[in-house]
Nanobody
């Protein structure tokens, strides 16, 4: 069992930055592939960025060059650095952990990009 708790969301102006954090419990955190997803009102949840247990990252086309995912296994943390934020980035952002048939989600953190 892995419990995930996101933090770092908030209100930011267009062009601004935020750093999301996801704290995971359990000693097996390091073997999970981790991801950040988001869901905007009226839209389906979509993958934003993912990082494998081995540290390989991939990104949705819409955030490439602006967002960076990283992980610190010693601290059981996954981060999402978001730069050059746009209004269309507004959504609830969720942390995800996957290992074979196991999948866990955090409760989400709201990110609002508005002037």
């Amino acid at each position: 069992q892995v419990q995930l708790v996101e933090s770092g969301g908030g209100l930011v102006q267009p062009g601004g930055s935020l750093r999301l954090s996801c704290a995971g419990s359990g000693t097996t955190f390091r073997i999970f592939d981790m991801g950040w997803y988001r869901q905007a009102p009226g839209k389906q949840r979509e993958m934003v960025a993912a990082i494998t247990a081995g540290g390989n990252a991939n990104y949705a086309d819409s955030v490439k060059g602006r967002f960076t995912i990283s992980r610190d296994n010693a601290k059981n943390q996954v981060y999402l650095q978001m730069n050059s934020l746009k209004p269309e980035d507004t959504a609830v952002y969720y942390c995800n952990a996957v290992r074979r048939s196991l999948e866990f989600w955090g409760q989400g953190t709201q990110v609002t990009v508005s002037s």
